[in-house]
């Protein structure tokens, strides 16, 4: 069987498997830190012990220098080719919350953002961070106050939900994909949605977008929560951002692409639960965000399934906010939470720790720098490096890779590749 250009024969081991996925961990130097990144700075015992057990290299995130979504860098991490199997945003922000969606609905992802309404630039792309109460508020009041099948765009039909946070999404019926989003990305003006085919629907739901956006960022602007917002000074909730059109495809299962008898996805973020469930996984979220949730959660789960896959989304926020202190911070809360894995995993189990992509805080985005990877198991190497950080990493025996072929290094250490060839 040929898994996206890489000749491999899966079959089924006895030795367990915990994959953590460190979201956003990588970074680049920074003054303020002696030109260290703020992995290299946080005090990480535990990772550098694993670094020191195990062998270590670093992942491009798909392709070299490439800044990808969170969604197609997982895709790549569990050996699926993004190019082919990413559905787009919207859809597995939907699959994540359970939206009630139908074949062919197009569902596209938003987020509320603080926009200047005159020049309709964009001023905070998360609006402070809106809370999730206060997000299905506002989209309630747009689900009531709007035609919900505006004559002008034959047959559009259209209705929101929110999942969590700042976030939310669309479903539109009669519609096309094939459109590009309205959210810059950045700082700058408010985008104006464009056709990407150039055929009536496509044309007619790039239409009906705008016209969506616009109307409700005049409902928006004037409701009294955001009116509220104002008068206490903070950012108000005014306006609408898109992107990640797509329909639902589902793919091979992970689990019968490779062999697993019941995988488990842990994490407590839609999108990621959303890919999960894309990919035919048990999902299990944490009780509370915290971090010591999530990886009380991997403990709890692990001993009831051959591979147990952790998602850690604190590294990402706080590289995505600007702020290096936190995501140092945050870092060592991870290494704290890796304890209860060192003490759960027998020397029998493999644990590998790596990250989707980097999130440099100089940034406040994603980038395309490759990220730094440890496994640690019964039958993998071990390198003299005796620190997990980008730098010490690329100095490990794994070299640097396409994250593509990760899977492939996992099944191979588990003894779970038949000899191709014998």
């Avoid at 709007?146 to 519609?175: C, Q």
Wanted: hydrophobic content about 35%; aromatic content about 8%.
């Amino acid at each position: 069987m040929d898994f996206w250009n890489s000749i491999v024969f899966p079959r089924e081991s006895p030795y367990k498997i915990m994959l953590i996925i460190l979201d956003g961990l990588a970074d680049i130097p920074i003054e303020g830190f002696g030109n260290k990144t703020p992995l290299e700075v946080a005090k990480t015992p535990n990772l550098d012990s694993l670094a020191s057990l195990g062998q270590v290299g670093l992942l491009w995130p798909y392709l070299p220098w490439t800044p990808l979504g969170s969604g197609p860098a997982h895709l790549s991490i569990l050996g699926y080719d993004p190019l082919k199997n990413y559905i787009g945003r919207g859809p597995l922000e939907a699959l994540g919350f359970q939206v009630p969606t139908e074949k062919g609905d197009v569902i596209i992802r938003l987020n509320f953002a603080t926009v200047d309404p005159e020049s309709k630039m964009v001023e905070d792309r998360r609006a402070g961070r809106i809370s999730t109460e206060s997000a299905r508020e506002l989209f309630e009041s747009l689900n009531a106050n709007m035609d919900h099948s505006p004559p002008a765009f034959n047959g559009i039909e259209w209705k929101v939900y929110n999942t969590r946070g700042y976030r939310g999404v669309i479903i539109l019926k009669n519609a096309s994909s094939w459109i590009n989003g309205a959210d810059p990305r950045g700082l700058a003006k408010v985008r104006t949605i464009q056709a990407m085919k150039d055929d009536p629907v496509s044309i007619r739901t790039a239409k009906f977008m705008n016209w969506f956006l616009n109307e409700s960022h005049a409902i928006l602007k004037g409701h009294p929560l955001n009116q509220e917002l104002i008068r206490q000074g903070k950012t108000p909730a005014n306006h609408l951002l898109s992107r990640g059109a797509g329909t639902i495809e589902f793919p091979e299962p992970f689990g019968t692409r490779y062999k697993f008898n019941n995988p488990v996805f842990i994490s407590g973020y839609p999108l990621y639960s959303g890919l999960a469930r894309f990919l035919g996984m048990e999902i299990q979220e944490p009780d509370d965000p915290s971090i010591d949730a999530k990886f009380k959660k991997a403990c709890d789960e692990y001993p009831h399934h051959d591979i147990t896959i952790l998602h850690v989304k604190d590294p990402d926020i706080a590289g995505e906010d600007g702020n290096p202190v936190s995501k140092l911070k945050t870092i060592e809360q991870i290494d704290k939470g890796l304890n209860m894995i060192k003490e759960l995993l027998s020397e029998e189990d493999t644990l590998i720790v790596t990250a989707d992509h980097a999130t440099p805080a100089k940034i406040g985005d994603h980038s395309g720098h490759p990220v730094p990877l440890v496994i640690r198991g019964p039958f993998c190497s071990q390198d003299d490096v005796q620190v997990f950080s980008e730098r010490e990493c690329s100095k490990g025996s794994l070299g640097l890779f396409s994250s593509k072929y990760l899977m492939n290094l996992i099944l191979m250490v588990t003894l779970r590749l038949h000899t191709f060839g014998a």
